[in-house]
């Protein structure tokens, strides 16, 4: 069993920085990662023989820093590990999968470091096998160092589309099409801006010149309307400039930016009093990418020593915090969607809303139609809309949005995607019985009737 | 190393150390791994285990397919498949 003082949660750049820091000012700290190797969603490690196109040399050399600082620690690692909440008493509760059980940890301290979520809007369709997240085909590149096979479209909304497109074109397989809501090129005086941040510039740059290289097509001011299944194909209806385009594909790539991943955490709690002192660090805290995320893991880990050693409190987020916040403004401006419509506003009704209960557009409208406008906890209670498995991950905010629009002349405010979720734990689904089981370690059940709830 | 295998649905897929159950079945050309009582397909979404669509059933238990490592002789199969 191990003594450690401070729990980290999630192995990627924030919270390995986080370990290193902790550890190095005489803190004994354990991470706990919820999949098989360090590294997170942006350092996804590649499986042995994967080799092919690897990550950028820049990022390769950010990562190879933060592992050679971690690995110097001798910090204990648990995989296959994942984070459930904190209990009543303050404890910590982990579901060890390898062990296959539930464990109540004490700790003085826990830096959370879950990282963000990719933000997709709903669309007809979108919920079909072989439509993922864009981000999910990136990662599966890293993993594999294969691209995604037969013709893929990529579409939705910033600047990772352009890199899933550069990175499959790297690996030979570019894809067939690029559907952007925004157009980048309509914002010359924001894109000069960019050079104030010559690294990202130059990022951008590389990714562009293999988009065009490959002769990728660039729909800018283009939305997908639909997917539907045709056959073993997708069909894709794209609307653009009023007019609508039509085209068969094997697989799309959906993502409309990145959030928080802090659905079901625990507040943070940053008195010495409280036991454990809990803080966030890096995405999960504030969706600012990988280089923000190891300053602010640094920069977490800090607080929480300063808290637990009773001195002053560090001063604010530091510059890199900072700059990284006023490059992703520039981008989002830069990628500012074309036209004022929502694209929540033109779903159809049938359009899936909430995957894991099914709940569609429509119904949400009629539930929104009762004489007094619904507040976010009705919708969730009475509806089920973001009551599923993923806790509203992906249907919280669009729910919250699309009630906003459906009750615009209604003087309540506007529901917050908080309002949906709550703050629930556990932070994933687990059974009753493994919770039972780690409460009372003297009727542990054996391994094999420890296990999830079905998530339907 | 090459040669592993795990079954899914009563059929050998092969898979290279350290690639995960989604990764070895997309090879594999298999993009729904069952379906939901609503009639919705389980599949790979986020691959980053946060939005449960992609769980299937191993030796039993129900798993993230993004997450779940695959190893050889793992009996792998829809979550409505039940325990086998
Ligand atoms: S693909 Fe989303 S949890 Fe696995």
Redesign the interface.
């Given at each position: 069993m191990t003594d450690a003082e401070i729990t980290v949660i999630g192995a990627g750049p924030s919270g390995m920085v986080a370990a290193t820091t902790l550890s190095k000012v005489g803190y004994h700290v354990e991470i706990i990662e919820?999949?098989?190797?360090l590294g997170g969603?942006i350092y996804r490690q590649p499986?042995?023989?994967?080799m092919a196109g690897g990550p950028a040399a820049g990022s390769n050399a950010r990562w190879k820093t933060i592992r050679n600082a971690f690995v110097k620690q001798a910090i204990p690692v648990r995989c296959g590990t994942?984070f459930l909440g904190i209990d009543g008493d303050g404890l910590v509760l982990i579901e060890d999968?390898r062990k296959?059980r539930v464990e109540r940890l004490r700790r003085k301290g826990v830096v959370v470091a879950v990282?963000a979520?990719?933000k997709v809007y709903p669309r007809t369709g979108w919920?079909?096998?072989?439509?993922?997240?864009a981000?999910?085909?990136?990662?599966?590149m890293k993993?594999?160092g294969?691209a995604?096979e037969g013709r893929v479209l990529l579409a939705g909304n910033g600047p990772l589309l352009i890199a899933v497109a550069a990175q499959m074109a790297r690996l030979g397989n570019p894809p067939a099409a690029l559907v952007e809501a925004g157009d980048p090129f309509g914002h010359m005086a924001t894109g000069v801006a960019l050079l104030k941040h010559p690294a990202l510039l130059q990022e951008a740059l590389l990714y562009l010149m293999d988009v065009y290289r490959s002769r990728i097509p660039w729909l800018r001011g283009a939305h997908v309307t639909s997917i539907e299944k045709e056959g073993p194909a997708l069909l894709v209806r794209i609307e653009r400039k009023g007019l609508e385009k039509r085209m068969s594909v094997d697989r799309i790539g959906l993502h409309d930016g990145i959030r928080c991943?802090d659905f079901g955490l625990p507040p943070e709690t940053l008195s010495s009093k409280d036991a454990p002192v809990v803080v966030r660090a890096g995405d999960c805290r504030e969706a600012l990418g990988a280089i923000a995320a190891e300053a602010d893991g640094a920069r977490a880990a800090q607080r929480l020593a300063n808290i637990l050693s009773g001195s002053a409190e560090a001063s604010g987020l530091d510059a890199a915090i900072n700059r990284t916040r006023q490059a992703q403004d520039l981008l989002a401006r830069l990628f500012a969607p074309i036209g004022n419509v929502s694209p929540l506003a033109i779903c159809s009704d049938e359009t899936?809303l909430c995957?894991?209960?099914?709940k569609t557009v429509g119904d949400l409208r009629s539930l929104c139609q009762h004489l007094h406008p619904m507040t976010g906890r009705e919708v969730k209670l009475n509806g089920r809309f973001a009551m599923?498995?993923?806790q509203g991950?992906?249907c919280a905010d669009n729910t919250a949005s699309l009630m906003a629009l459906m009750n615009a002349d209604s003087a309540d405010l506007p529901p917050r995607a908080e309002d949906l979720t709550g703050r629930r734990w556990p932070v994933?689904?687990v059974s009753i019985a493994a919770l039972t089981a780690a409460a009372n370690p003297n009727t542990e059940k054996p391994n094999?009737e420890?296990?999830?709830?079905?998530?339907? | 190393?090459?040669g592993q295998t795990f079954v899914w649905k009563g059929k050998d897929v092969p898979f290279?150390?350290?690639?995960?159950i989604?990764?070895a079945l997309?090879?594999a050309g298999v993009?729904?791994f069952g379906t939901?009582?609503?009639?919705?397909?389980f599949?790979?979404?986020?691959?980053?285990?946060?939005?449960?669509?992609c769980?299937v059933r191993v030796d039993?238990?129900?798993?993230e397919a993004?997450?779940t490592?695959a190893r050889p002789g793992m009996r792998v199969g829809s979550?409505e498949d039940g325990h086998d």
């Amino acid at each position: 069993m191990t003594d450690a003082e401070i729990t980290v949660i999630g192995a990627g750049p924030s919270g390995m920085v986080a370990a290193t820091t902790l550890s190095k000012v005489g803190y004994h700290v354990e991470i706990i990662e919820q999949r098989e190797t360090l590294g997170g969603a942006i350092y996804r490690q590649p499986v042995e023989s994967a080799m092919a196109g690897g990550p950028a040399a820049g990022s390769n050399a950010r990562w190879k820093t933060i592992r050679n600082a971690f690995v110097k620690q001798a910090i204990p690692v648990r995989c296959g590990t994942v984070f459930l909440g904190i209990d009543g008493d303050g404890l910590v509760l982990i579901e060890d999968r390898r062990k296959g059980r539930v464990e109540r940890l004490r700790r003085k301290g826990v830096v959370v470091a879950v990282g963000a979520v990719e933000k997709v809007y709903p669309r007809t369709g979108w919920h079909l096998p072989g439509v993922s997240t864009a981000g999910g085909l990136q990662v599966m590149m890293k993993e594999t160092g294969r691209a995604p096979e037969g013709r893929v479209l990529l579409a939705g909304n910033g600047p990772l589309l352009i890199a899933v497109a550069a990175q499959m074109a790297r690996l030979g397989n570019p894809p067939a099409a690029l559907v952007e809501a925004g157009d980048p090129f309509g914002h010359m005086a924001t894109g000069v801006a960019l050079l104030k941040h010559p690294a990202l510039l130059q990022e951008a740059l590389l990714y562009l010149m293999d988009v065009y290289r490959s002769r990728i097509p660039w729909l800018r001011g283009a939305h997908v309307t639909s997917i539907e299944k045709e056959g073993p194909a997708l069909l894709v209806r794209i609307e653009r400039k009023g007019l609508e385009k039509r085209m068969s594909v094997d697989r799309i790539g959906l993502h409309d930016g990145i959030r928080c991943n802090d659905f079901g955490l625990p507040p943070e709690t940053l008195s010495s009093k409280d036991a454990p002192v809990v803080v966030r660090a890096g995405d999960c805290r504030e969706a600012l990418g990988a280089i923000a995320a190891e300053a602010d893991g640094a920069r977490a880990a800090q607080r929480l020593a300063n808290i637990l050693s009773g001195s002053a409190e560090a001063s604010g987020l530091d510059a890199a915090i900072n700059r990284t916040r006023q490059a992703q403004d520039l981008l989002a401006r830069l990628f500012a969607p074309i036209g004022n419509v929502s694209p929540l506003a033109i779903c159809s009704d049938e359009t899936i809303l909430c995957r894991c209960e099914a709940k569609t557009v429509g119904d949400l409208r009629s539930l929104c139609q009762h004489l007094h406008p619904m507040t976010g906890r009705e919708v969730k209670l009475n509806g089920r809309f973001a009551m599923g498995a993923c806790q509203g991950r992906f249907c919280a905010d669009n729910t919250a949005s699309l009630m906003a629009l459906m009750n615009a002349d209604s003087a309540d405010l506007p529901p917050r995607a908080e309002d949906l979720t709550g703050r629930r734990w556990p932070v994933r689904p687990v059974s009753i019985a493994a919770l039972t089981a780690a409460a009372n370690p003297n009727t542990e059940k054996p391994n094999n009737e420890v296990e999830q709830d079905d998530a339907s | 190393m090459s040669g592993q295998t795990f079954v899914w649905k009563g059929k050998d897929v092969p898979f290279r150390s350290g690639e995960s159950i989604a990764a070895a079945l997309e090879a594999a050309g298999v993009f729904s791994f069952g379906t939901d009582t609503f009639g919705q397909d389980f599949r790979y979404f986020c691959g980053i285990g946060a939005c449960q669509g992609c769980l299937v059933r191993v030796d039993g238990l129900l798993r993230e397919a993004c997450l779940t490592v695959a190893r050889p002789g793992m009996r792998v199969g829809s979550p409505e498949d039940g325990h086998d």
